[in-house]
Structures are given as C-alpha cells and as structure tokens.
C-alpha cells in the first residue's frame, strides 16, 4: 500500500480492535510456542510436520510448502535443515526439476508429529477455539480467509473448497 497525503486513521475503536488483534496473536502464538516446548519443538517447526504431513504421500515441494506456511524459502530451508538433523525430514531433488527440492515426511518425523498433536490441538483448543463461542470461532475463520483472499489470491486451506 502506497500512503496517500491523506492518512484514514483509525478511529478509536478500530485502534482498540487492531491493538487486540495484535496483541492476542502474538500471546497465543507464544502460547502455542511454550505448549510445543516439552518435544523441543517450536510452532514454525511443528507447523511444518503438520502440512508436510497432510500433503500427499506427506512430501511436497519445499517452494510450495514455503508458500503455505507463509514462510520465506529461506527460511524454511533452515527449519529443514534442523527437523533433518533429526531424522525428521528428508529432501531430495524434485523428480520432475532437479533445481527443485522435494521434502517428505520420515518414519521417525511421523512418529514425532504423533507424539506432539495431541499436545498441541488440546492447547490450540484451551487458548483458542474453548474460550469463544461457535460463532465467534466462524467468524474468525471467516475474517482471516477474507484476509488471506485479499493478500494472496488463490491461496486455499487443504480441504478448504
């Protein structure tokens, strides 16, 4: 967004709304952080176990699993790196572009990922999904789907329709 000479601030309950915004996500993301401790495991790790997993034969390309985490590439190659230090991932040239990596899911990551899921859907729910009522809950997800369709065209859940 380009500003323009005249700024449309934010009136004070758009302020509040935003400042809350901002503030409960980034005190759930600790909090989802702090629940993933225990397996020495931080999110962007087990959010990337997690899609990995739910990808077909759970490999995918590293681009395309960097665009659905909404990570940089660079990124995302260093937290591979570290989950196939421990025998969690494993990459390989794509088959079709050998300029192309392909991550997969191993053995011992699946194993993890089991282990850490119970942990982390109970704390997604205890922070999260148990403190709002349905509603809210829909409209959460109805509000960030619009801002995703707005930010990144396209751009679906898997599963998502």
Excluded at 6 to 19: I, P, T, V, Y
Excluded at 103 to 122: C, F, K, N, Q
Excluded at 140 to 145: I, N, P, S, T, V
């Amino acid at each position: 967004m380009t500003p323009t000479t005249e700024s449309r601030w934010l009136d004070d309950g758009e302020q509040a709304a935003w400042r809350a915004y901002l503030r409960g996500s980034r005190l759930l993301e600790v909090e989802l952080d702090r629940a993933l401790d225990t397996y020495g495991v931080a999110l962007t790790e087990y959010e990337l176990l997690s899609m990995l997993s739910e990808s077909p034969g759970q490999r995918t390309r590293m681009s395309l699993l960097a665009d659905q985490i909404v990570q940089s590439r660079s990124r995302v190659s260093h937290t591979a790196a570290r989950l196939e230090r421990r025998g969690w991932v494993v990459r390989e040239p794509a088959p079709d572009d050998r300029r192309g990596v392909v991550i997969a899911l191993a053995p011992a990551g699946r194993t993890a990922l089991d282990a850490m899921s119970p942990t982390h859907v109970e704390c997604v729910r205890a922070a999260l999904v148990d403190i709002l009522t349905p509603q809210q809950f829909a409209a959460l997800g109805e509000a960030m789907a619009r801002v995703r369709d707005h930010l990144c065209p396209g751009q679906r859940e898997p599963g998502e329709a």
